[in-house]
């Protein structure tokens, strides 16, 4: 069968599961992939065909002997550099961190093993996962296969640029501040961030961070389909005990009307043409699909965008500045001095009233998704950065910020969120973000899956010229 890493996971699991096609020659496909598109890319810096080959050998023994394989059984699929996969570094993109080899899978990786996902490398991520690019002085840089010229996005740039260019159909991301969705977004694919608590967490190589990072980060999917982001999630969502913040709830919960507001510059950010037009575009495909949908004002972004800064930030003051100096990756050093020149330096009052203030800001969001139970708004409030462009001038990474709104002020709130590809606007892909209630990562997909329809599904990108 041809050209198996086209196929999406959802149609892999399929074949594989009913032994029209082993594993083990999705597997070799899609290595083929790696090893033809990869060069040029640089989305996978840690490649693992002996053991990816061993993984596919194992789904086709259990499929033969008639065992259940798993929701991903035989699918291709990356894991970030940020995260612990037993017998590799977890880099996260330092030089400092080149040797720091995990003894045990996080639990992601674990939930993916478990599932039958076969994983053929580790992507790329800027140093500590910061930026919104994806270079650093370890592992280099990775491209945008739709245009080398602009950002890949970050942090999980190596795992968007993977999925578009076909090297594994899902790729994992994390996101504190728009890692998961801003890379799709950039790379004209998908990514759901999905609610704290959802998608169990824990790095053994590394201390617990600090409560902020523990109430704003989480993992999540990126896939070409919204059928492979639906499947992905399942798989990633299985219990683990490592993590206490992990939270038991169905991934269904009970229906809701299908309604969606749509806000096209929410706190009067600046938005480009491109990006309402798209947004425009994407509401009108809900309604063609029966959905109703209102132009209103949403609960605040920037409030929250403020006092997500503030929180990660104080954490990252404690010991991350330190770091930072030491590892000396010049990137890093910028966007660090950048970020903290833009928020305040937080005594313990301004902490513990910034959580406070949390819980208020979550009730307002809550209360509007019991009138729109999903929110139509921008991913960023312009098309794909030029690459690096954060580091070219102060003034330059403060517009970028400013763009990074709705990406900075979500994860605060712990809420979820979906990236959506809708098209592409000359070489630069475009899309959407929806966003829903705690744990309503359902009305995303059911939302994502009526735009999709009503367009073309992302398919594997060779790197542009």
């Not at 280099?140 to 602009?150: C, F, K, M, W």
Request: proline fraction near 8%; aromatic fraction near 6%.
């Amino acid at each position: 069968m041809a050209d198996l890493w086209k196929r999406s996971a959802t149609e892999i699991a399929a074949l594989v599961k009913a032994g029209d096609v082993s594993a083990r020659a999705v597997t070799e496909d899609v290595l083929a992939r790696l090893a033809a598109v990869n060069p040029a890319l640089n989305a996978v810096v840690q490649e693992m065909p002996d053991e990816a080959l061993a993984a596919a050998d194992a789904v086709d023994i259990a499929v033969a002997n008639g065992e259940d394989p798993g929701l991903l059984a035989g699918v291709p699929v990356t894991i970030k550099v940020n995260v612990d996969q037993a017998g590799y570094a977890t880099t996260n993109g330092l030089r400092m961190q080149r040797d720091l080899i995990a003894k045990e899978d996080s639990p992601v990786v674990s939930n993916m093993k478990r599932a039958g996902a076969v994983i053929v490398g580790r992507t790329n991520t800027p140093a500590f996962s910061l930026r919104w690019f994806t270079r650093n002085s370890l592992h280099g840089q990775t491209l945008n296969p739709h245009d080398a010229g602009i950002t890949p996005g970050g942090s999980s740039g190596g795992a968007a640029s993977a999925v578009a260019s076909g090297i594994g159909a899902i790729g994992h991301g994390s996101d504190i501040g728009g890692s998961i969705r801003y890379p799709a977004y950039a790379c004209g694919i998908h990514g759901l961030r999905p609610t704290l608590g959802r998608i169990p967490a824990y790095n053994a190589t590394g201390a617990d961070r600090y409560i902020g990072a523990q109430l704003m980060a989480v993992s999540g999917p990126l896939a070409r389909t919204m059928a492979d982001i639906e499947l992905s999630f399942r798989a990633m969502s299985a219990r683990d005990y490592r993590d206490p913040w992990w939270v038991p709830a169905p991934l269904s919960l009970a229906p809701a009307p299908r309604r969606a507001a749509l806000t096209v510059a929410p706190d009067a950010m600046a938005v480009a043409p491109e990006v309402e037009a798209a947004l425009r575009d994407g509401a009108r495909r809900l309604q063609d699909a029966g959905w109703d949908v209102v132009e209103t004002e949403c609960p605040p972004f920037r409030e929250p965008a403020e006092l997500q800064a503030m929180l990660w930030l104080a954490e990252m003051r404690r010991h991350g500045g330190q770091m930072i100096d030491r590892e000396g990756d010049p990137d890093a050093i910028f966007v660090y001095h950048q970020m903290t020149d833009l928020a305040p330096d937080p005594d313990l009052n301004m902490v513990v009233d910034g959580l406070q203030r949390r819980i208020g800001l979550l009730r307002e969001w809550e209360a509007f998704f019991e009138q729109y139970p999903v929110l139509l708004s921008p991913i960023s409030g312009e098309l794909p950065f030029e690459n690096n462009g954060d580091v070219a001038s102060p003034e330059r990474f403060a517009e970028i910020i400013e763009a990074q709104l709705t990406q900075v002020g979500l994860p605060l709130m712990g809420l979820p969120g979906l990236a959506v590809a809708t098209g592409m606007s000359g070489t630069r892909p475009v899309g959407v973000q929806l966003i829903a209630g705690r744990y309503r990562e359902d009305r995303l997909i059911a939302a994502g899956t009526a735009i999709e329809a009503a367009g073309t599904a992302p398919s594997p990108v060779d790197p542009a010229g």
